[in-house]
């Protein structure tokens, strides 16, 4: 308030040397400070906007290095169990293990492998869709944020 009666007192001693009437100076001037306090709110609202987006933007390049990091673990964890089953086969082969022997614990050995990477993938997509409710759950409770 303070603010927009300063700002019509400068206003209007900008035009009182006018030859115009006083109520048409203080609708000019009145109508130049709605325009200014509009623009204003307008700024405000982009501003506000792209802040909104950029944490978006961030949010979801976060979101996807995670996947990333997790889509690796799980390279590294099928991998390792892979040479595991290499190994132990090519160890039983130096042994003298018959042969149908050997296949049914390669065969063992595999579906293990699969059934290892099959329940971390579940586990890591439950953690992720429980992650994705409290924090959908967390946006929800937030005050919303006020426009200018």
């Given at each position: ?15 009182s ?5 006083a ?114 759950t ?11």
């Amino acid at each position: 308030l303070w603010f927009s009666s300063t700002l019509t007192t400068y206003l209007e001693a900008m035009v009182s040397g006018s030859t115009e009437p006083a109520s048409r100076r203080r609708a000019r001037v009145m109508s130049v400070l709605q325009a200014s306090v509009q623009q204003q709110n307008e700024r405000s609202q982009s501003r506000a906007m792209r802040t909104r987006q950029d944490r978006r933007r961030e949010a979801a390049i976060a979101k996807e290095a995670e996947r990333k990091k997790k889509a690796s673990m799980l390279n590294v964890v099928d991998a390792t169990f892979a040479e595991v089953i290499s190994q132990t086969a090519s160890g039983l082969r130096r042994l003298g293990v018959p042969k149908d022997i050997l296949d049914l614990v390669c065969q063992s050995s595999e579906s293990a492998r699969k059934d290892a990477v099959r329940t971390l993938t579940e586990d890591i997509n439950s953690i992720e869709s429980q992650e994705q409710i409290e924090g959908e759950t967390a946006a929800t409770t937030q005050e919303p944020v006020r426009e200018p």
